[in-house]
């Protein structure tokens, strides 16, 4: 997520909003055991945000220096709106055949990510515009394993400038996100978060 699926305090940096913020560095690097997942020829915008009851994501945030555990779950999915508890916070987001987006009230709000799953695929959002950037990053975790084929997301903003980052694994969800704002004429880190836990559908256990 996110990919909204962040906090509302942390969400208030990037908003209006989006998901959510993992380690760059985890993105870029490979490593980890076992098999390596990739995309499928066939794979959509809804493959990379798993919105299916009984999905559960633990996200280490940093933010001014402190480091913060947030966890968010998939409490229903009725049909393409599906409705996540994120701490005290319920998100609410919908799948349709062009990607995922958040859901408010009625309507359709901002797309997270958008088919087609291609680089240069491109999209509006509220006081800005989102844009596939990557098709080709690598994530590795000790505990989720490593996975090729991941998404990068860069949704610039202005008023006030800042851009954030956001890559997406196969099958797996939001793994990294990176949000930084403009200061003169540089751009400095605002809060960064990265996936540490996962529990699918049917896991008995959560991860970690």
Not at 4 to 30: D, H, K, N, Y
Not at 170 to 185: C, E, F, R, S, T
């Amino acid at each position: 997520m996110l990919m909204e699926i962040v906090p509302m305090w942390f969400r208030q940096q990037s908003r209006p909003p989006l998901v959510m913020v993992l380690l760059l560095v985890s993105c870029a690097t490979g490593g980890g055991g076992g098999d390596v997942v990739g995309p499928r020829a066939d794979i959509t915008a809804a493959d990379y945000y798993p919105l299916a009851d009984g999905w559960k994501w633990a996200y280490s945030v940093n933010k001014d220096g402190m480091n913060i555990l947030a966890t968010y779950a998939v409490r229903e999915r009725k049909g393409g709106v599906a409705t996540v508890q994120a701490g005290d916070e319920e998100l609410t987001y919908v799948v349709t055949p062009e990607g995922v987006a958040q859901f408010e009230g009625n309507a359709i709000g901002d797309y997270i990510i958008k088919n087609p799953i291609k680089v240069g695929t491109e999209w509006p959002v509220t006081g800005g515009r989102a844009r596939i950037a990557s098709v080709e990053a690598k994530f590795a975790s000790p505990s989720l394993g490593r996975y090729e084929g991941c998404v990068l997301v860069s949704v610039t903003r202005t008023d006030p400038m800042r851009v954030t980052q956001t890559w997406f694994a196969p099958y797996l969800g939001p793994v990294i996100i990176d949000i930084q704002a403009q200061d003169g004429n540089r751009f400095l880190p605002i809060a960064k978060a990265e996936l540490i836990g996962v529990t699918k559908p049917g896991d008995p256990l959560a991860t970690p």
